[in-house]
């Protein structure tokens, strides 16, 4: 049997090489041997290519040299009279398949054929996947609310099973790409569309293509993990490998008839560790040491296939659904209700409206207790429309401190935005609720809102909270009346923080949830510098430890202070000698210059020093244009992420460039001498009002932008012009 695997296998991937070849060509003679070439926004070229042979593409005369990679691997019929042979060449012939598919795909990309769209509905597939959005998702595949990925490949039996298997996986948190198609034309894309399902980055479930070779753009996710986050070089193949195969939580399942490009590409697939469950009766190959198989139920079911391909790939699957009548989990966080399809919305400046959670006294709540509060609330919420929305949530438990009020009200936002059909934007009396035609129409009542807090929050922290009360009040004057009472309790809190500050803590938390991607960093969290990827400050690192113990965010004694310019402490250094095992020596948290942070590769911001300019430079994430530097923020980001310590460049979330702590060592605020302009506008006020508590009110007007220029030479014309203060401050260079 082993034979027939292989000799498919081999086939497609003699196949794609031919069909690369030609697609190569075409685009040669279209646009020249020199034409440049890069996929948007990524600093890896080819990522496939790069990462296991080290060559970058740049040009479509590269691709050639690439192509001959391929061709190195290809091999004829498979020989022999045992399995082991057939076993190599497949594999051979799998590396060959990603090779040349990633060749076919850069040159359609080329010749303005990717991402393509599907003529008979007309949508847009998404092609290639960005760095950036890499980057994005970062802190959910490591922190273990999105537990892994998978490919579905051709189409399901019947649109209603199509639903079903992708609903699971969006309820298990799983992120999901669709590629492919059967005989016919049918896939799991045209299903979806079909039975109106929202697909795209916001659900959770990305067409990448029609054909079986865009699954390669899903592979090229998962390889570049192993270069943005592991820190693994390219050309050390082996390593990226075992990286995929331990850390990247991958599978596919593969729906309808099989054919010699899906054996090619699965033979590519079983390269990386990454296991497929089909829902035919296919011959099994067990590469021990490569890949977990199990043999699939003859008579397959397919409400068990998204169970089937969890257990073999070895997912850890937590989640917890409120009962409530409509599907739950982050894969319905981005989801979006237009005016056309809302059954009624709550505040967003419509009508008042507030959320405040509240600590209260153990005798003084009634767990699980749910309570609405208005005149005839049912009639009126049955009506539709708009209401006033009061949220007040009172919670108690034995470990729950002040504190941690404003860290379990930021999870509002994610505990209704979770519910399929619920939309929530802002926070304290900024919130804004939508409910979805759809969700009524399946029972969603005004209690419902309630059950999923007294269940998620129970859930989400249930170390500290023993009991938790909704109060949901509907009247105008009754929430104008509290709304009052909660903005004091705003301002509060908001004093609190503000006088929290690294010299009046002897404890900082440590955030260790992406060494599970990239094993030598640690994020140091304290009162004035919040974690790189910008979602934990001091407050929620204290929270964390108080919940989970033994979790991602642990206590760090600052111990004496070894340099107080710089913010070096002997507490962290030990510390993070312990935790990296010894990768990295010390820390210095208040200068870019010397010993900066590590980074996994989700930060939030790249700052970088632009020598000439006696400055640094600041660019967010998900900005394509150049800096100064001389190289785009996907490019930085190659300097930055892995685990490493390189001065001159550091990784950061962007609230710390408001914080006195940042670069203070350096000279701080005064030292950024260009930002994007989109950072610039998003950080206004509290940049403003830093500069003038710095004594240089006028510093954002001097500070450059892309607009002003993208270069170091008519950087240093404007800054000069302006009379920025870095030209007249010591060398940042010493």
């Not at 802190?139 to 199509?162: C, E, H, K, N, Y």
Request: charged residues 25%.
């Amino acid at each position: 049997m082993s034979k027939i695997i292989a000799a498919g296998a081999i086939r497609g991937s003699n196949q794609i090489f031919k069909k690369a070849g030609e697609m190569l060509e075409k685009a040669i003679a279209e646009k020249g041997e020199g034409y440049n070439f890069e996929f948007v926004d990524t600093a890896f070229y080819l990522p496939m290519i790069y990462a296991m042979t080290g060559f970058p593409v740049k040009t479509l005369g590269d691709m050639r040299t690439a192509l001959g990679f391929a061709k190195e691997l290809l091999h004829d019929e498979p020989g022999g009279n045992v399995w082991l042979p057939y076993l190599g060449e497949a594999l051979d012939s799998g590396m060959a398949t990603l090779f040349a598919e990633e060749v076919w795909l850069a040159a359609r990309t080329a010749l303005g054929l990717e991402p393509c769209t599907d003529h008979e509905t007309g949508y847009v597939y998404n092609g290639f996947i960005t760095d950036t959005i890499q980057r994005n998702l970062g802190i959910q595949l490591v922190d273990g609310t999105m537990p892994g990925f998978a490919a579905i490949i051709g189409a399901a039996p019947d649109d209603d099973s199509a639903v079903k298997i992708v609903r699971e996986l969006q309820e298990k948190n799983i992120l999901t790409f669709l590629s492919g198609h059967v005989n016919g034309g049918n896939s799991v894309t045209k299903q979806l569309l079909r039975k109106g399902v929202e697909l795209g980055w916001d659900s959770r479930i990305v067409p990448l293509g029609p054909e079986t070779e865009h699954t390669l753009y899903a592979l090229d996710w998962a390889i570049r993990a192993s270069l943005i986050f592991g820190g693994k070089k390219p050309g050390d193949f082996k390593e990226h490998l075992r990286y995929q195969k331990d850390r990247v939580f991958a599978f596919a399942l593969v729906l309808g008839e099989l054919d010699d490009m899906k054996w090619a590409t699965g033979a590519g697939a079983i390269n990386m560790g990454f296991p497929a469950v089909a829902d035919t009766d296919v011959p099994v190959v067990h590469p021990t040491g490569v890949c977990t198989y199990e043999e699939v139920d003859k008579e397959f079911d397919h409400a068990k296939i998204v169970q089937k391909a969890i257990e073999v790939r070895g997912l850890k699957i937590v989640v917890e659904k409120p009962p409530i009548p409509v599907a739950y989990g982050p894969a319905f966080e981005g989801e979006r209700i237009r005016k056309e399809d809302m059954f009624i919305e709550f505040g967003g400046q419509r009508t008042p409206a507030f959320e405040w959670v509240r600590m209260k006294e153990m005798d003084e709540v009634e767990d699980g207790k749910v309570t609405i509060v208005g005149e005839n609330w049912k009639e009126r919420y049955e009506a539709g429309g708009k209401m006033p929305f009061g949220l007040v949530i009172d919670v108690a438990g034995r470990k729950m401190q002040k504190d941690f009020e404003s860290v379990i009200e930021r999870k509002i936002h994610h505990d209704l935005n979770e519910a399929q059909g619920i939309w929530h934007m802002g926070q304290r009396d900024l919130n804004w609720v939508r409910i979805s035609n759809n969700a009524k129409g399946a029972g969603i009542t005004l209690e419902h809102l309630g059950v999923i807090f007294t269940t998620m929050m129970r859930y989400r922290f249930r170390s500290i909270l023993d009991k938790v009360q909704v109060t949901i009040y509907v009247d105008e004057p009754d929430v104008k009346r509290l709304l009052e009472e909660a903005r004091k309790t705003y301002k509060e809190r908001d004093e609190r923080l503000t006088s929290l500050t690294d010299e009046s803590v002897d404890i900082f938390y440590s955030c260790l949830l992406c060494q599970s991607f990239a094993p030598s960093h640690v994020c140091v969290i304290t009162p004035e510098r919040l974690g790189l990827c910008g979602a934990y400050n001091w407050l929620d690192g204290k929270a964390a430890y108080e919940i989970d113990p033994t979790g991602g965010n642990q206590p760090i004694t600052k111990g004496s202070v070894l340099d107080n310019r710089y913010g070096r402490f002997s507490g962290v250094d030990e510390y993070l000698q312990k935790s990296t095992g010894g990768a990295v020596e010390t820390l210095n948290l208040y200068t870019i210059m010397e010993n900066p942070m590590t980074s996994c590769g989700c930060f939030e911001c790249i700052v970088a020093i632009i020598p000439e300019a006696n400055g640094v430079m600041i660019v967010q994430r998900g900005h394509q244009g150049m800096t100064p530097v001389g190289m785009k923020f996907s490019t930085l980001a190659g300097s930055v992420g892995g685990g490493m310590q390189t001065p001159g460049f550091m990784g950061v979330g962007r609230n710390f460039i408001t914080s006195k702590k940042f670069l203070a060592g350096d000279g701080g605020l005064k030292r950024i001498v260009w930002m994007t302009k989109n950072l610039k506008e998003s950080l206004k006020e509290a940049l403003m009002k830093r500069a003038a508590e710095e004594g240089v009110a006028g510093l954002l007007d001097k500070i450059a932008d892309e607009d002003v220029c993208e270069d170091s030479e008519k950087l240093l014309e404007h800054l000069a012009a302006a009379g920025h203060p870095a030209l007249e401050m010591d060398p940042i260079i010493q």
